[in-house]
């Protein structure tokens, strides 16, 4: 099995890339030690302090005020989990700094041609496929593999173009 990036090493992916990294996430929940009190105060209807997400909003606020790019799709369902809603409502602060989130309902039929695993390309050349071990997050394993990378951006390609703006998403969920 290759090597998994994680931690700092990790981080640096989102500082070193150039133009732009793009993220397919596929999953319905996401264990990180640093989200979990935050998701549990937010499930018990407690308004989470943000401490635990400012030095990503703020990192992304560096690097995309750069003029880079940072664009995801999640897949979500109908009902969504009860991680995918915290996602839901988190996203605003992700829009704030820059990013691109856009959601993709999973009965959508390009869903099936999707890659079934959560994945970064970061300027078209690297794919991050990110590692988990019973929902907790474990990193990262890296690859400039032509085919993989290929892979990739057909389907960020394809996820992209079917997916819905955030707006676009909350406006379905309201009717």
Request: without cysteine; glycine residues 6%.
């Amino acid at each position: 099995m290759p090597e998994i990036v994680s931690g700092g090493d990790f981080t640096d992916l989102f500082r070193r890339y150039r133009y732009t990294a793009w993220r397919l996430e596929t999953r319905t929940h996401y264990g990180k030690a640093d989200e979990d009190q935050p998701f549990q105060e937010w499930l018990s209807g407690k308004d989470p302090d943000m401490e635990w997400f400012r030095p990503w909003l703020q990192m992304m606020r560096e690097e995309l005020g750069t003029g880079k790019r940072m664009e995801r799709v999640r897949l979500i369902d109908d009902p969504p989990s009860d991680y995918l809603r915290w996602e839901l409502w988190g996203t605003p602060y992700n829009l704030g700094v820059g990013e691109d989130i856009r959601y993709l309902p999973r009965t959508h039929p390009i869903v099936a041609e999707l890659p079934d695993h959560d994945f970064w390309v970061f300027d078209s050349r690297t794919v991050a496929r990110l590692e988990f071990e019973d929902d907790r997050f474990l990193g990262a394993t890296l690859t400039e593999d032509p085919g993989q990378v290929l892979t990739a951006l057909q389907a960020r390609d394809a996820a992209w173009h079917h997916a819905l703006t955030f707006t676009e998403y909350m406006a379905t969920r309201a009717l």
